[in-house]
Structures are given as structure tokens and as C-alpha cells.
């Protein structure tokens, strides 16, 4: 892998929380970023100046190649996916629209933004790394998980799935599957001292993440450290 290569990330789903985080860890680790959302507006406040930012849409095909860009620019070496959305809600009370929403969101964005980096660095002969963004939930039983549960839980088979097929090719594909990290998407469940309390009883060493945690070990899998 040349420098070129290894040092280009895309990293979608940028101005949520845990994008942020991702974008401003490669940033320190030397990548250059290319961030992802599908509002304008909402990236350039998400992230430093500086930042190069894309608006696409990469829960569709056309979205995700345009991420990844065409032969005329540089390949990406590095790819990560946080865009998703968390839905809370049981099977009774979810509509087809949200259940639909709630796949394309971490799905779909996962599936296409795959297929088109494997396409470039087949086609560039390069090699590279990605890390999908699934959760907890698609491995345990949470209540009102449902439909992100199965979502995420696609993903996993997806990332296992490729890492199986191009991992001799020098493409590697990894998953972080964090719990519950302090961001805007999850502030509605974390008001008062008494709900931040109880969601932190959950987790055995006592309280919840925070989204840098989780940037760091992505920014290890995505690095020659984590190569083998």
C-alpha cells in the first residue's frame, strides 16, 4: 500500500457523535478525511476547518460511489462507516416506514459504501481497511430493539462475509459493536441523574461510553498495527 493510499480515509456519517470522534482521531493519526453526511450544513459545523466534506447520500449506490470517488482522484485506503440510525421501539409499535428507514440507514449505507471500496482498490490493485459501526444489541436481547437489532445484525454477517472473500486481496474488514455512547442521537434517554444512572448500572464497569473510546479503536484497526 502506498502512503497515498494509506493515508486517505472516508469516513461517512461524519457530523453525527461518534463520526465526529472518528474524523477528528484520523485527523490526529496523520489521515487525510474526507467526511461524509447528507446535509451539508450540518458537516461543516460537525467538523474542524479544514476538513474536506462531501454531501451524498450513501444509503444508495450512486451515493456510495460518489464517496469513494472516480479514477480520477486519489483511492482511499481507509473506510468507515457511522452512519445508522437508532430506533427504540418494539415490533407492535413500528411502522413499515421506520422499519424501512431504520435499514437503510444502517444497512444499506454499509452494503454500498462496501461494495464501492472494494471496487476501487480492485481496480487500483491497492490495498486497504474498513471498519462497519453495528451495536451490542444485534448479539443480545434488548427490549425495543427489534428492527436495529436485525439491521446491525446484517451488517455483522456482511463484514464477515467480505473479510472472508477479499482478505487475501489485502483488504481488510472489521466491526466495532459498541453499547450505549453519549451522543446527540441518544440524549433523549440519558435526561436526569436517574436515567443516566440506570443505563450505566447495565454495563459491568459501571457507566457508558463515550464516542472517543470507540474512534480510537477504529483508528487501531484501521492502522498497519492492526494487520494481522
Given at each position: ?151 446491525k445484525a446484517a ?34 434517554f440519558l435526561r ?37
Amino acid at each position: 500500500m502506498t502512503d497515498q493510499h494509506k493515508r486517505l480515509a472516508v469516513v461517512a456519517g461524519a457530523a453525527g457523535g461518534l463520526g465526529r470522534a472518528v474524523v477528528d482521531r484520523l485527523g490526529e493519526a496523520g489521515f487525510e478525511v474526507l467526511a461524509v453526511g447528507r446535509d451539508g450544513a450540518r458537516l461543516e459545523n460537525a467538523v474542524a476547518n479544514g476538513t474536506r466534506i462531501l454531501e451524498a447520500d450513501v444509503s444508495t449506490e450512486e451515493g456510495a460511489r460518489q464517496a469513494l470517488g472516480g479514477d480520477d482522484d486519489p483511492v482511499p485506503g481507509a473506510l468507515v462507516n457511522c452512519a445508522g440510525q437508532v430506533l427504540v421501539r418494539g415490533l407492535h409499535a413500528t411502522s413499515e416506514a421506520a422499519y424501512r428507514a431504520c435499514l437503510s440507514a444502517n444497512l444499506d449505507t454499509s452494503f454500498f459504501l462496501l461494495k464501492a471500496f472494494v471496487a476501487r482498490l480492485r481496480k487500483a490493485q491497492a490495498r486497504g481497511a474498513a471498519v462497519m459501526v453495528s451495536t451490542v444489541a444485534a448479539r443480545i436481547g434488548i427490549q425495543n430493539h427489534e428492527a436495529v437489532s436485525a439491521a446491525k445484525a446484517a451488517v455483522d454477517g456482511l463484514v464477515r462475509s467480505a473479510a472472508a472473500t477479499y482478505s487475501a486481496q489485502g483488504l481488510r474488514v472489521n466491526a466495532v459493536a459498541p453499547g450505549l455512547m453519549e451522543t446527540p442521537a441518544v440524549a433523549g434517554f440519558l435526561r436526569g441523574d436517574a436515567a443516566r444512572q440506570a443505563m450505566a448500572r447495565q454495563y459491568p464497569v459501571g457507566r457508558f461510553g463515550n464516542p472517543a473510546e470507540v474512534a480510537g479503536l477504529i483508528a487501531w484497526l484501521l492502522s498497519d498495527q492492526a494487520g494481522w
